[in-house]
Every structure is written in structure tokens, then in C-alpha cells.
């Protein structure tokens, strides 16, 4: 089929800026010859890509799924473009959770900068992102993987009960970040049962609640009650003697870190260099 370039840009610019006003503003022609392009489109794919919503329109399925594919598609035809005038280090967005960011990724960061081709830009998420192009090239996330990517686990998150040094643990609060109510203070659970602690507080109201390992970490710091933190979130304040550990026993939390990119993208060359680059830091982190 011969589809017309305008109408692929069209759709593409509609799916990044969720409004046709707006789409039609960057490619510099009305709103309506953005409609145009859409119907054009819909007739020569044989699908329906976008559909009525309120007062604008919406992408459907179809129209989705294709406008992903033409992003990627149109980024690539971007990079290549700068490569091809001469650019040598490009610079890839780098997405990581606000725990694996400080407390993995930045003491080694300097390796990544020093010995490879790419620059990194970091950017941190609290909450499960948004897995586009739009939002960064690259993620690290512990969260369930969406249809489409290239996954690489990493490792398995483990637990560790920290507190401040000369603290009683029994006259003092835990701190959970399991704060839903269908599993409140389950973190605690699993770890007094798997160290054979009976924890008084657990049946009273000494239990402060935080949404984030960082936050659990600086209470911890600041004495304000013991709290179980990723390993290597707590490795450095260990060796600092901000913090002891309270037991010998580690917490599987569940949860796996994975680095992951859009299948589309596997061939990047900077993509590559980034696997690489953390797979050879896993690799000597295990050794």
C-alpha cells in the first residue's frame, strides 16, 4: 500500500500530544487537514485508528498500537539522522525507581560515564511509569513488564532491618512500606517469622508508615524507628555506622529489577552498550 507520509505524522503527532489542535500546530497546517490525514489513514490501513471523545478524539486499539510503532519508527529515523552528520555520543534517557537510582546506580555511574560512548540522563519515577519512548529510552523497574519489551533481569531485591546505632528495638516504632490495608505491615510479618521475632508492636500502634524505601532509610537514619530497606540501599550508611543491622536474617521482597527497552529498539546500538554495561556490572557484583 501507498501510504502518504503527512497522514503517518499526523497520527504519530496526535498520539504524543493527545490533541489534534495541538498536533496540527506543530506540523504547521489547520486542524482540520490533521482530520483529513486521520480518515485518509483509517481508509488505507482498512482500521479505525481514532474515534470521538467529549469534544476531540481518542486513539482507538488499532490506532494505538500503530502510533507506537510509527514513534519508534520516527525516533529511529532521528538518530539516525544525527549519526549520520557526525554526532559520536548521543545521549540516552535513563529511567530507574527513586531506590535503585541513589542507592545502586549512582555509585557506579562514573564507570558508565568514563568507559563508554553514550551519556546518560537520568530520570527518576516513584510510581510504575509509563513505558514509552516519550518518557525515557531505557527503564529499571521491578514492576511487570508491558507487551513489546526486551526485559533483562537484573537481581532479586533483598530486605535487611536497619536501625539507628544503640537503639531498643522493642520501645521503638517499625517502620513498614506496606501500607495498604489488605497487607499493612506485611514487610515485618514475613521478617519476624523469618527470624523468630515476635514483634510487640505489631498489635499496637507503633508502626509509622512511609510510601518509599528512601523515606524509610532517613527515618531509620534519624532514629526514628528500625525499617527494612533493599541491601544495597542500606550498604554505605552500614559502613558509616549510621545504622546497625538489627538481625542477621535477609528478606526476599518479591520483587525483581529488570533493565528493559522496546523490542523495537533491540539493535540500538547505545541500548546494546547499556546491557552490556549492566550486565557486566551485575556479573562483578556476584563474583
Known amino acids: 500500500m501507498n501510504y502518504n507520509l503527512r497522514s503517518l505524522q499526523a497520527l504519530e503527532a496526535v498520539y504524543r500530544h493527545r490533541s489534534v489542535a495541538h498536533a496540527a500546530t506543530e506540523l504547521n497546517v489547520t ?14 490501513v482498512g482500521e479505525r485508528l481514532v474515534q470521538k471523545s467529549g469534544r476531540g478524539v481518542e486513539l482507538t486499539e488499532a490506532g494505538q498500537r500503530l502510533a507506537e510503532s510509527l514513534h519508534v519508527a520516527f525516533q529511529q529515523i532521528k538518530l539516525s539522522m544525527e549519526e549520520s552528520v557526525g554526532r559520536t555520543k548521543k545521549v540516552l534517557r535513563l529511567a530507574v525507581c527513586s531506590s535503585f537510582g541513589p542507592g545502586w546506580l549512582i555509585k557506579r555511574l562514573a564507570d558508565l560515564q568514563a568507559n563508554r560512548s553514550i551519556d546518560v540522563q537520568l530520570r527518576m519515577y516513584a510510581q510504575h ?24 533481569p537484573l537481581f532479586d531485591e533483598v530486605l535487611v532491618a536497619v536501625h539507628a546505632p544503640d537503639f531498643s528495638v522493642m520501645d521503638h ?9 489488605h497487607d499493612f505491615a506485611n514487610d515485618w510479618r514475613q521478617f519476624g517469622s523469618a527470624a523468630a521475632i515476635d514483634f510487640p508492636q ?19 537514619c534519624h532514629g526514628l524507628g528500625a525499617a527494612l530497606v533493599p541491601d544495597f540501599l542500606a550498604e554505605e550508611h552500614l559502613r558509616a555506622g549510621r545504622i546497625e543491622r538489627m538481625h542477621s536474617v535477609s528478606l526476599q521482597s518479591g520483587r525483581r529489577y529488570h533493565l528493559c ?13 547499556l546491557h552490556r554495561w549492566f550486565k557486566h556490572q551485575i556479573g562483578m557484583t556476584n563474583s
Open 31 to 44: 486542524a482540520s487537514a490533521i482530520s483529513h490525514q486521520l480518515r485518509n489513514l483509517s481508509a488505507n
Open 202 to 220: 505489631l498489635s499496637s500502634s507503633k508502626v509509622m508508615q512511609c510510601t518509599h524505601y528512601l523515606l524509610a532509610m532517613e527515618m531509620a
Open 261 to 273: 527497552y522496546k523490542s523495537a529498539r533491540k539493535s540500538d546500538p547505545a541500548l546494546l552498550e
Open 173 to 181: 516504632p517499625l517502620i513498614t512500606t506496606s501500607i495498604d490495608a
Open 129 to 152: 511509569p509509563q513505558l514509552t519512548d516519550s518518557v525515557a529510552d531505557a527503564f529499571v523497574t521491578a514492576y511487570p513488564l508491558e507487551y513489546g519489551y526486551v526485559s533483562t
